[in-house]
């Protein structure tokens, strides 16, 4: 069975950079889309970016474009979400998903995706 694990939050100061990761069974973790969802403090849990299979197309939510980059390693099978110029909105617990029905709209939909790691806290402050 796939089983995502995230690692890489903590606390920063605004205006840091910050790198998450998160490894998924091979092989087929080649082939899912892989995103990183973010569930702010009584917020609904969103897509902050995604990532497709091969590499070869990207998506970001508006408060990450520019800030934050997606990348993977699908040899480690591993994703990655590197922030930086962190503000306190981006305070929240990201998860790491995995998307095994390929690149469409839906993987902005948290139901498309149908294996998740546990989250790992991220605390910006002011």
């Known amino acids: 069975q796939v089983h995502l694990v995230e690692s890489g939050g903590g606390l920063v100061q605004a205006g840091d950079s910050l790198s998450l990761s998160c490894v998924g069974p091979g092989p087929t973790f080649s082939s899912y889309v892989m995103g990183w969802f973010r569930q702010a403090p009584g917020k609904e849990r969103q897509l902050v970016a995604a990532?497709?299979?091969?590499?070869?197309?990207?998506y970001y939510s508006d408060s990450a474009n520019g800030r934050f980059t997606i990348s993977r390693d699908n040899a480690k099978n591993t994703v990655y979400l590197h922030m930086y110029s962190l503000k306190p909105e981006d305070t929240g617990v990201y998860y790491c998903a995995a998307d095994s029905n390929g690149w469409s709209p839906k993987i902005q939909l948290h139901y498309d995706y149908e294996y998740w790691g546990q989250g790992t806290q991220l605390t910006v402050s002011s």
């Open positions: 990532i497709r299979s091969d590499s070869t197309g990207t």
